[in-house]
T-cell receptor, first 119, second 112 residues
Framework: DTEVTQTPKHLVMGMTNKKSLKCEQHMGHRAMYWYKQKAKKPPELMFVYSYEKLSINESVPSRFSPECPNSSLLNLHLHALQPEDSALYLC??????????????????FGPGTRLTVL | GENVEQHPSTLSVQEGDSAVIKCTYSDSASNYFPWYKQELGKGPQLIIDIRSNVGEKKDQRIAVTLNKTAKHFSLHITETQPEDSAVYFCAASYSGNTPLVFGKGTRLSVIA
């Protein structure tokens, strides 16, 4: 299995809703990432988990709450979002973790994304 | 911190022609340079990468070159096909110690 899967593919939510995005990989990767991508822009890093521990939080508002229940799963809990949070949310994983160097293991593989619309 | 500039922002080529996309980076410590292809409605797909101990890498119709002295790297696509139409992103990082920093992307259109 060489892919990152994300559910749901599309999500529409109101500003008072609570929802969660899910990401899964079975490649044995030790680092997992959440990115946000607005239209016609590159992905922006939100969070990095290394060995199931949060290692980077790029000053993301607290209405986004990540969770890594185990080495294969990554969740992003959403609460009280704003319309400007509408975007494509991408999950990625890599074998290598930040803080180590390796010749082959910093390749990041992305999932297909969840298209989020906040009304 | 690292800054990656990517040019051009849009590129149109005739089917069968070559396409070249160029990126420059600012941090001389960066040593890993991947290229991603993103089709409409999909996540970015890693298509090729290069590390600072090599100057060129090829994979069929795709090649990447790296000039560490000038701090720039380029993606070359030969014999372009309509299915090469997508947005291409370059990125740079230091060998796992820093997250990827992306360029702003190039929208490539291959005209049949």
């Amino acid at each position: 299995d060489t892919e990152v899967t994300q559910t749901p593919k599309h999500l529409v939510m109101g500003m008072t809703n609570k929802k969660s995005l899910k990401c899964e990989q079975h490649m044995g990767h030790r680092a997992m990432y959440w990115y946000k991508q607005k239209a016609k822009k590159p992905p922006e890093l939100m969070f990095v988990y290394s060995y199931e521990k949060l290692s980077i939080n790029e000053s993301v508002p607290s209405r986004f709450s990540p969770e890594c229940p185990n080495s294969s799963l990554l969740n992003l809990h959403l609460h009280a979002l704003q319309p400007e949070d509408s975007a494509l949310y991408l999950c990625a994983s890599s074998q290598g973790v930040l803080g180590t160097s390796g010749r082959r293991d910093n390749e990041q593989f992305f999932g297909p994304g969840t298209r989020l619309t906040v009304l | 911190g690292e800054n990656v500039e990517q040019h051009p922002s849009t590129l149109s080529v005739q089917e069968g022609d070559s396409a070249v996309i160029k990126c420059t980076y600012s941090d001389s410590a960066s040593n890993y340079f991947p290229w991603y292809k993103q089709e409409l409605g999909k996540g970015p797909q890693l298509i090729i990468d290069i590390r600072s101990n090599v100057g060129e890498k090829k994979d069929q119709r795709i090649a990447v070159t790296l000039n560490k002295t000038a701090k720039h790297f380029s993606l070359h696509i030969t014999e372009t096909q309509p299915e090469d139409s997508a947005v291409y992103f370059c990125a740079a990082s230091y060998s796992g110690n820093t997250p990827l920093v992306f360029g702003k992307g190039t929208r490539l259109s291959v005209i049949a």
